[in-house]
Protein backbone atom coordinates (compact mmCIF):
# COMPACT_ATOMS: atom_id res chain seq x y z
CA UNK A 1 0.00 0.00 0.00
CA UNK A 2 1.73 3.63 -1.10
CA UNK A 3 2.06 6.00 1.17
CA UNK A 4 0.38 9.61 0.40
CA UNK A 5 2.16 12.78 1.15
CA UNK A 6 0.41 16.57 1.26
CA UNK A 7 1.62 16.49 -1.77
CA UNK A 8 0.21 13.75 -3.41
CA UNK A 9 -3.54 15.28 -2.43
CA UNK A 10 -3.20 18.53 -4.21
CA UNK A 11 -1.51 20.84 -6.47
CA UNK A 12 -0.80 24.90 -7.17
CA UNK A 13 -1.50 24.47 -10.68
CA UNK A 14 -4.97 24.09 -12.29
CA UNK A 15 -5.63 20.83 -14.52
CA UNK A 16 -5.88 21.66 -18.18
CA UNK A 17 -9.28 22.19 -19.51
CA UNK A 18 -8.64 19.66 -22.30
CA UNK A 19 -7.68 17.23 -19.87
CA UNK A 20 -10.74 17.70 -17.32
CA UNK A 21 -13.17 17.25 -20.92
CA UNK A 22 -11.34 14.08 -21.27
CA UNK A 23 -12.09 12.59 -18.13
CA UNK A 24 -15.46 13.83 -18.39
CA UNK A 25 -15.86 11.92 -21.40
CA UNK A 26 -14.43 8.54 -19.92
CA UNK A 27 -16.79 9.04 -17.37
CA UNK A 28 -20.17 9.58 -20.19
CA UNK A 29 -19.04 6.13 -22.24
CA UNK A 30 -19.01 4.44 -18.51
CA UNK A 31 -22.07 5.41 -18.04
CA UNK A 32 -23.51 5.01 -21.20
CA UNK A 33 -21.88 1.08 -21.59
CA UNK A 34 -23.76 0.80 -18.07
CA UNK A 35 -26.90 1.85 -19.37
CA UNK A 36 -27.42 -0.16 -23.02
CA UNK A 37 -26.76 -2.99 -20.47
CA UNK A 38 -29.65 -2.50 -18.49
CA UNK A 39 -31.61 -1.77 -20.96
CA UNK A 40 -32.81 -5.14 -21.13
CA UNK A 41 -33.89 -5.59 -18.08
CA UNK A 42 -35.53 -2.76 -18.13
CA UNK A 43 -38.90 -4.74 -17.67
CA UNK A 44 -37.26 -7.10 -14.69
CA UNK A 45 -39.74 -6.61 -11.36
CA UNK A 46 -36.16 -6.51 -8.93
CA UNK A 47 -32.31 -6.93 -9.32
CA UNK A 48 -31.18 -10.19 -9.69
CA UNK A 49 -27.86 -11.85 -9.49
CA UNK A 50 -27.32 -11.12 -13.58
CA UNK A 51 -27.81 -7.43 -13.16
CA UNK A 52 -25.74 -7.32 -10.08
CA UNK A 53 -22.97 -8.80 -12.09
CA UNK A 54 -23.39 -6.04 -14.38
CA UNK A 55 -23.00 -3.12 -12.12
CA UNK A 56 -20.31 -4.99 -10.91
CA UNK A 57 -18.53 -4.97 -13.96
CA UNK A 58 -19.18 -1.66 -14.62
CA UNK A 59 -19.11 -0.06 -11.11
CA UNK A 60 -14.77 0.29 -10.84
CA UNK A 61 -14.74 1.97 -14.39
CA UNK A 62 -17.42 4.43 -13.41
CA UNK A 63 -15.99 5.33 -9.99
CA UNK A 64 -12.49 5.46 -11.44
CA UNK A 65 -13.62 8.25 -13.89
CA UNK A 66 -15.78 10.29 -11.36
CA UNK A 67 -12.69 10.13 -9.22
CA UNK A 68 -9.99 11.25 -11.59
CA UNK A 69 -13.08 14.12 -12.14
CA UNK A 70 -13.55 14.14 -8.82
CA UNK A 71 -9.67 15.67 -8.50
CA UNK A 72 -9.78 17.89 -10.96
CA UNK A 73 -12.36 20.06 -9.35
CA UNK A 74 -10.52 19.46 -6.07
CA UNK A 75 -7.14 21.01 -7.70
CA UNK A 76 -9.28 23.92 -9.25
CA UNK A 77 -11.42 24.91 -6.13
CA UNK A 78 -9.18 24.23 -2.96
CA UNK A 79 -6.94 26.93 -4.26
CA UNK A 80 -9.06 29.18 -2.86
CA UNK A 81 -10.10 27.45 0.23
CA UNK A 82 -10.19 29.77 3.23
CA UNK A 83 -6.61 29.29 5.29
CA UNK A 84 -8.51 28.96 9.13
CA UNK A 85 -9.87 25.53 6.68
CA UNK A 86 -6.17 23.82 5.23
CA UNK A 87 -4.11 21.89 7.68
CA UNK A 88 -0.50 22.57 7.87
CA UNK A 89 2.69 20.85 6.61
CA UNK A 90 5.49 20.21 8.56
CA UNK A 91 8.82 19.31 7.00
CA UNK A 92 11.48 17.42 8.57
CA UNK A 93 12.11 19.11 11.60
CA UNK A 94 8.60 19.61 12.65
CA UNK A 95 8.35 23.30 11.78
CA UNK A 96 4.99 24.13 10.01
CA UNK A 97 5.10 26.32 6.73
CA UNK A 98 2.43 28.86 6.91
CA UNK A 99 2.59 29.00 2.77
CA UNK A 100 2.22 25.01 2.67
CA UNK A 101 -1.62 24.67 3.12
CA UNK A 102 -2.89 21.45 1.21
CA UNK A 103 -6.24 19.74 0.99
CA UNK A 104 -6.89 16.58 1.61
CA UNK A 105 -9.18 14.31 -0.91
CA UNK A 106 -12.11 12.31 0.41
CA UNK A 107 -11.48 8.56 -0.95
CA UNK A 108 -14.42 7.08 -2.68
CA UNK A 109 -16.51 4.83 -0.90
CA UNK A 110 -16.11 0.50 -0.15
CA UNK A 111 -18.20 -1.66 -0.03
CA UNK A 112 -19.94 -2.37 3.63
CA UNK A 113 -21.54 -5.49 3.88
CA UNK A 114 -23.37 -7.44 6.49
CA UNK A 115 -21.75 -8.88 9.70
CA UNK A 116 -21.10 -12.48 9.86
CA UNK A 117 -19.95 -14.83 11.92
CA UNK A 118 -16.66 -15.02 11.06
CA UNK A 119 -16.41 -11.30 11.87
CA UNK A 120 -16.30 -12.02 15.44
CA UNK A 121 -12.36 -11.87 16.89
CA UNK A 122 -11.79 -15.40 18.42
CA UNK A 123 -9.91 -13.61 21.05
CA UNK A 124 -9.37 -9.62 21.92
CA UNK A 125 -9.30 -7.14 19.61
CA UNK A 126 -8.45 -6.75 16.23
CA UNK A 127 -5.06 -5.20 15.46
CA UNK A 128 -5.07 -1.36 15.01
CA UNK A 129 -4.26 -0.03 11.71
CA UNK A 130 -1.45 2.36 11.90
CA UNK A 131 -1.28 5.87 10.04
CA UNK A 132 0.89 5.36 6.98
CA UNK A 133 1.17 9.68 6.49
CA UNK A 134 3.67 11.24 9.89
CA UNK A 135 1.47 14.43 9.31
CA UNK A 136 -1.69 13.13 9.72
CA UNK A 137 -0.88 11.28 12.38
CA UNK A 138 0.69 14.10 14.38
CA UNK A 139 -2.56 15.93 14.20
CA UNK A 140 -4.87 13.04 15.03
CA UNK A 141 -2.80 12.76 18.07
CA UNK A 142 -2.24 16.31 19.45
CA UNK A 143 -5.06 18.00 21.35
CA UNK A 144 -6.04 21.60 20.59
CA UNK A 145 -5.01 22.49 24.11
CA UNK A 146 -1.74 21.81 22.90
CA UNK A 147 -1.54 24.41 19.71
CA UNK A 148 -0.46 28.32 19.95
CA UNK A 149 -2.44 29.05 17.06
CA UNK A 150 -6.19 28.48 15.57
CA UNK A 151 -3.82 27.37 12.32
CA UNK A 152 -2.22 24.85 13.78
CA UNK A 153 -2.37 20.95 13.66
CA UNK A 154 -4.53 19.02 15.91
CA UNK A 155 -7.23 16.14 16.39
CA UNK A 156 -10.38 18.82 15.57
CA UNK A 157 -11.00 19.17 12.01
CA UNK A 158 -9.89 14.87 11.88
CA UNK A 159 -12.28 13.76 14.41
CA UNK A 160 -15.11 15.82 12.22
CA UNK A 161 -14.62 13.73 9.02
CA UNK A 162 -13.55 10.30 11.79
CA UNK A 163 -17.41 11.15 13.21
CA UNK A 164 -18.98 11.38 9.61
CA UNK A 165 -17.19 8.01 8.65
CA UNK A 166 -18.64 5.96 11.67
CA UNK A 167 -22.02 7.26 11.29
CA UNK A 168 -22.10 5.97 7.65
CA UNK A 169 -20.17 2.95 8.38
CA UNK A 170 -21.85 1.31 11.68
CA UNK A 171 -25.74 2.52 10.06
CA UNK A 172 -24.34 0.62 6.80
CA UNK A 173 -23.42 -2.19 8.86
CA UNK A 174 -26.49 -2.42 10.96
CA UNK A 175 -28.90 -2.05 7.66
CA UNK A 176 -27.61 -4.73 5.97
CA UNK A 177 -27.61 -7.43 8.89
CA UNK A 178 -30.81 -6.96 11.16
CA UNK A 179 -32.61 -7.01 8.22
CA UNK A 180 -36.08 -7.18 10.29
CA UNK A 181 -35.19 -4.57 13.12
CA UNK A 182 -37.09 -1.18 13.70
CA UNK A 183 -35.72 1.78 12.79
CA UNK A 184 -35.94 2.62 16.96
CA UNK A 185 -33.84 -0.66 17.73
CA UNK A 186 -31.27 0.25 14.86
CA UNK A 187 -30.62 3.91 15.99
CA UNK A 188 -30.19 1.91 19.76
CA UNK A 189 -27.45 -0.11 18.91
CA UNK A 190 -26.01 2.43 16.52
CA UNK A 191 -25.83 4.59 19.40
CA UNK A 192 -24.25 1.88 21.66
CA UNK A 193 -21.30 1.61 19.06
CA UNK A 194 -20.60 5.44 18.22
CA UNK A 195 -21.27 6.99 21.83
CA UNK A 196 -18.37 8.46 23.86
CA UNK A 197 -18.10 5.44 26.51
CA UNK A 198 -17.42 3.03 23.13
CA UNK A 199 -15.23 4.65 21.92
CA UNK A 200 -13.19 5.84 24.79
CA UNK A 201 -12.41 2.74 25.87
CA UNK A 202 -11.30 1.51 22.50
CA UNK A 203 -8.79 4.36 22.73
CA UNK A 204 -7.96 3.09 26.21
CA UNK A 205 -7.56 -0.50 25.18
CA UNK A 206 -5.69 0.35 22.25
CA UNK A 207 -3.58 2.68 24.10
CA UNK A 208 -4.00 5.80 21.77
CA UNK A 209 -4.28 7.64 24.80
CA UNK A 210 -1.20 7.27 25.91
CA UNK A 211 0.69 8.48 22.50
CA UNK A 212 -1.93 11.64 22.08
CA UNK A 213 -0.31 15.27 23.37
CA UNK A 214 -2.83 16.19 26.24
CA UNK A 215 -3.06 19.40 28.29
CA UNK A 216 -1.91 19.16 31.92
CA UNK A 217 -5.22 19.33 33.11
CA UNK A 218 -6.14 15.30 31.44
CA UNK A 219 -3.89 14.17 33.35
CA UNK A 220 -4.48 11.91 36.38
CA UNK A 221 -3.32 14.31 38.68
CA UNK A 222 -4.56 17.95 36.71
CA UNK A 223 -2.87 20.82 36.05
CA UNK A 224 -0.54 22.09 39.17
CA UNK A 225 -2.27 24.69 40.37
CA UNK A 226 -5.28 25.05 38.23
CA UNK A 227 -7.70 22.56 37.38
CA UNK A 228 -8.31 19.03 36.69
CA UNK A 229 -10.63 17.41 33.74
CA UNK A 230 -13.98 15.95 34.81
CA UNK A 231 -14.47 12.22 33.81
CA UNK A 232 -17.15 13.01 31.40
CA UNK A 233 -14.90 15.86 29.73
CA UNK A 234 -12.12 13.12 29.90
CA UNK A 235 -14.51 11.06 28.17
CA UNK A 236 -15.43 13.14 25.58
CA UNK A 237 -12.17 13.80 24.81
CA UNK A 238 -10.95 10.14 24.30
CA UNK A 239 -14.17 9.15 21.76
CA UNK A 240 -13.25 12.20 20.19
CA UNK A 241 -9.01 11.05 19.85
CA UNK A 242 -10.59 7.99 18.25
CA UNK A 243 -12.97 9.39 15.36
CA UNK A 244 -9.55 11.57 14.61
CA UNK A 245 -7.54 8.26 14.22
CA UNK A 246 -9.99 6.59 11.68
CA UNK A 247 -9.98 9.45 9.90
CA UNK A 248 -5.97 9.97 9.65
CA UNK A 249 -5.74 5.87 9.03
CA UNK A 250 -8.42 6.29 6.41
CA UNK A 251 -6.85 9.87 4.80
CA UNK A 252 -3.16 8.43 5.17
CA UNK A 253 -3.19 6.09 2.28
CA UNK A 254 -5.04 4.96 -1.08
CA UNK A 255 -6.18 2.25 0.37
CA UNK A 256 -7.23 3.59 3.90
CA UNK A 257 -10.59 3.30 3.51
CA UNK A 258 -10.44 -0.34 2.95
CA UNK A 259 -8.19 -1.05 5.55
CA UNK A 260 -10.24 0.88 8.48
CA UNK A 261 -13.71 -0.60 7.21
CA UNK A 262 -12.70 -3.91 7.52
CA UNK A 263 -10.72 -3.10 10.80
CA UNK A 264 -13.85 -1.21 12.58
CA UNK A 265 -16.49 -3.95 11.48
CA UNK A 266 -13.87 -6.51 13.55
CA UNK A 267 -14.19 -4.47 16.22
CA UNK A 268 -17.24 -3.32 16.48
CA UNK A 269 -18.50 -6.73 16.30
CA UNK A 270 -16.87 -7.38 19.93
CA UNK A 271 -19.55 -4.30 21.41
CA UNK A 272 -22.80 -6.26 20.07
CA UNK A 273 -21.35 -10.18 19.29
CA UNK A 274 -24.34 -11.42 21.31
CA UNK A 275 -26.83 -9.48 18.78
CA UNK A 276 -24.75 -10.45 15.59
CA UNK A 277 -24.72 -14.26 16.94
CA UNK A 278 -28.64 -13.96 17.74
CA UNK A 279 -29.27 -12.76 14.15
CA UNK A 280 -27.05 -15.20 12.37
CA UNK A 281 -29.17 -17.98 13.50
CA UNK A 282 -32.61 -16.21 12.77
CA UNK A 283 -31.20 -15.65 8.98
CA UNK A 284 -30.60 -19.28 7.94
CA UNK A 285 -33.95 -20.26 9.49
CA UNK A 286 -36.03 -16.91 7.52
CA UNK A 287 -34.60 -18.01 4.75
CA UNK A 288 -35.55 -21.85 4.44
CA UNK A 289 -38.89 -20.75 5.50
CA UNK A 290 -39.21 -18.78 2.73
CA UNK A 291 -37.95 -21.32 0.40
CA UNK A 292 -40.87 -23.43 1.81
CA UNK A 293 -43.63 -21.22 1.35
CA UNK A 294 -42.39 -19.59 -2.48
CA UNK A 295 -44.44 -21.97 -4.25
CA UNK A 296 -47.82 -21.58 -2.56
CA UNK A 297 -50.64 -19.78 -3.50
CA UNK A 298 -50.53 -16.07 -3.99
CA UNK A 299 -54.11 -16.09 -1.73
CA UNK A 300 -52.63 -17.69 1.21
CA UNK A 301 -52.73 -15.71 4.37
CA UNK A 302 -49.56 -14.99 7.01
CA UNK A 303 -49.49 -17.16 9.85
CA UNK A 304 -51.13 -15.57 12.72
CA UNK A 305 -47.71 -14.72 14.91
CA UNK A 306 -46.62 -13.10 11.82
CA UNK A 307 -49.46 -10.19 11.69
CA UNK A 308 -48.74 -6.92 13.26
CA UNK A 309 -49.91 -7.12 17.12
CA UNK A 310 -52.34 -4.48 16.09
CA UNK A 311 -53.79 -6.45 13.57
CA UNK A 312 -54.26 -9.29 15.88
CA UNK A 313 -55.82 -7.77 18.55
CA UNK A 314 -58.55 -5.88 15.77
CA UNK A 315 -59.54 -9.14 14.75
CA UNK A 316 -59.41 -11.10 18.15
CA UNK A 317 -61.89 -8.39 19.91
CA UNK A 318 -62.54 -5.80 17.23
CA UNK A 319 -66.44 -5.84 15.81
CA UNK A 320 -68.85 -2.46 14.67
CA UNK A 321 -69.19 -0.34 16.97
CA UNK A 322 -66.10 -1.01 18.44
CA UNK A 323 -63.09 1.59 18.73
CA UNK A 324 -59.54 0.69 19.57
CA UNK A 325 -57.62 3.61 19.88
CA UNK A 326 -53.51 4.02 20.91
CA UNK A 327 -52.50 7.27 22.81
CA UNK A 328 -49.69 8.68 24.61
CA UNK A 329 -49.25 8.00 28.08
CA UNK A 330 -47.21 9.66 30.75
CA UNK A 331 -44.41 12.43 30.03
CA UNK A 332 -41.76 12.03 27.03
CA UNK A 333 -38.72 10.89 28.28
CA UNK A 334 -35.23 9.45 27.34
CA UNK A 335 -34.52 6.03 26.39
CA UNK A 336 -31.93 3.86 29.43
CA UNK A 337 -29.60 2.49 26.90
CA UNK A 338 -27.77 5.67 25.52
CA UNK A 339 -29.58 8.92 27.33
CA UNK A 340 -30.07 10.39 23.92
CA UNK A 341 -33.15 8.89 22.27
CA UNK A 342 -36.78 9.61 22.96
CA UNK A 343 -38.22 6.75 24.67
CA UNK A 344 -42.25 6.92 23.32
CA UNK A 345 -45.05 5.01 26.12
CA UNK A 346 -47.97 4.46 24.15
CA UNK A 347 -51.06 2.41 25.68
CA UNK A 348 -53.93 0.83 23.90
CA UNK A 349 -57.62 2.00 25.04
CA UNK A 350 -61.08 0.29 23.99
CA UNK A 351 -64.37 1.95 23.47
CA UNK A 352 -67.22 -0.47 23.55
CA UNK A 353 -69.60 -3.57 24.12
CA UNK A 354 -70.57 -1.29 27.02
CA UNK A 355 -66.76 -0.47 27.96
CA UNK A 356 -65.58 2.79 27.54
CA UNK A 357 -61.59 3.85 27.39
CA UNK A 358 -60.65 0.56 28.93
CA UNK A 359 -57.17 0.48 29.05
CA UNK A 360 -56.24 -2.83 27.50
CA UNK A 361 -52.38 -2.86 27.39
CA UNK A 362 -49.43 -0.08 27.48
CA UNK A 363 -45.92 -0.30 25.69
CA UNK A 364 -42.71 1.82 25.27
CA UNK A 365 -40.12 1.77 22.57
CA UNK A 366 -37.99 4.17 20.61
CA UNK A 367 -40.96 4.99 17.85
CA UNK A 368 -44.11 5.78 18.40
CA UNK A 369 -45.28 3.08 15.91
CA UNK A 370 -43.73 0.01 17.68
CA UNK A 371 -44.79 1.58 21.05
CA UNK A 372 -48.42 1.01 19.48
CA UNK A 373 -47.16 -2.67 18.83
CA UNK A 374 -45.46 -3.30 21.62
CA UNK A 375 -48.80 -2.11 23.46
CA UNK A 376 -51.25 -4.35 21.44
CA UNK A 377 -48.80 -7.19 22.32
CA UNK A 378 -49.01 -6.82 26.20
CA UNK A 379 -52.76 -6.39 25.15
CA UNK A 380 -53.19 -9.82 23.69
CA UNK A 381 -50.73 -11.27 26.61
CA UNK A 382 -53.76 -10.54 28.92
CA UNK A 383 -55.34 -13.36 28.07
CA UNK A 384 -57.98 -12.99 31.20
CA UNK A 385 -59.37 -9.81 29.85
CA UNK A 386 -59.13 -10.39 26.27
CA UNK A 387 -61.44 -13.50 26.29
CA UNK A 388 -63.85 -11.41 28.64
CA UNK A 389 -64.19 -9.26 25.36
CA UNK A 390 -63.90 -12.13 23.07
CA UNK A 391 -67.14 -13.38 25.01
CA UNK A 392 -68.97 -9.97 24.88
CA UNK A 393 -68.15 -9.70 21.24
CA UNK A 394 -69.71 -13.13 20.10
CA UNK A 395 -72.98 -11.87 22.16
CA UNK A 396 -73.02 -8.78 20.09
CA UNK A 397 -73.02 -10.53 17.38
CA UNK A 398 -75.83 -13.43 18.31
CA UNK A 399 -77.79 -10.08 19.09
CA UNK A 400 -77.35 -8.63 15.88
CA UNK A 401 -77.57 -11.78 13.98
CA UNK A 402 -80.77 -12.15 15.72
CA UNK A 403 -81.99 -8.83 14.97
CA UNK A 404 -81.57 -9.46 11.18
CA UNK A 405 -83.22 -12.82 11.23
CA UNK A 406 -86.54 -10.81 12.86
CA UNK A 407 -86.25 -7.83 10.67
CA UNK A 408 -85.52 -10.45 7.36
CA UNK A 409 -89.09 -12.64 9.04
CA UNK A 410 -90.75 -9.11 9.40
CA UNK A 411 -90.20 -7.48 5.98
CA UNK A 412 -91.38 -11.39 4.25
CA UNK A 413 -94.53 -10.69 6.32
CA UNK A 414 -95.51 -7.68 5.05
Not at 125 to 151: F, K
Not at 218 to 225: C, Q
Not at 238 to 254: C, K, N, P, T
Not at 288 to 302: A, E, L, R
Request: glycine content about 6%.
Amino acid sequence: MSKRSYTDFASHDVAPVSKILEHAEDLLRAVKALKKELDTFRDAPEVNDQIASILQRHNKKILSSAQLLTQDGTITVNRHEPESHKIQKLDGDGKKHDNMHMALIIPPLVSLTRWTLDDIPSSGLPPLPPILDPTLEQAALTHSGMTTRPTDMSYERLEWIGDAYLYLMSTSFIYQTFTNLSPGRCSQLRERLIKNGTLSSYTIQYGINKRTKFPAEFDLHGRIGGSQASQNAKKKVLGDVFESYVAAAILGDSEGLSRVSLWIKSLWSTTIAQEIREECKIQPRLTHDHSKTGNNDDSQKPAKQDLNPKVQLSQVIGAKGVRIAYNDVGEPKMDKVSGKLPWYTVGVFFDGFGEKNLQLGIGGALSKKEAGANAARAALENKNLIKRLQKKKEESLKLAKSAESTQQEYDNWS
